[in-house]
């Protein structure tokens, strides 16, 4: 479940990739999960739309990476 910085679930929609479903915008932000060794780890994403050469949305595209 990805968290903020003090441990608060975050909803869906404050999520880059949602943002930039739902908006058709490029998103970025940071945040928080878990990973399978139980150790926090700090995300950061950014989210692109995708459109077809006529200009039609058809998606989204994120890159995550861990920062430290």
Known sequence: IPTDEQGDPLLPEQLPLMQTLNEERPASGRFMIRG???????????????????????????????ST
């Open 36 to 66: 399978l060794d139980n150790e926090a780890r700090h995300i950061e994403v950014n989210s692109f739309p995708l459109t077809s050469k006529a200009g039609i949305f058809l998606g989204a595209v994120a890159m995550f990476w861990e």
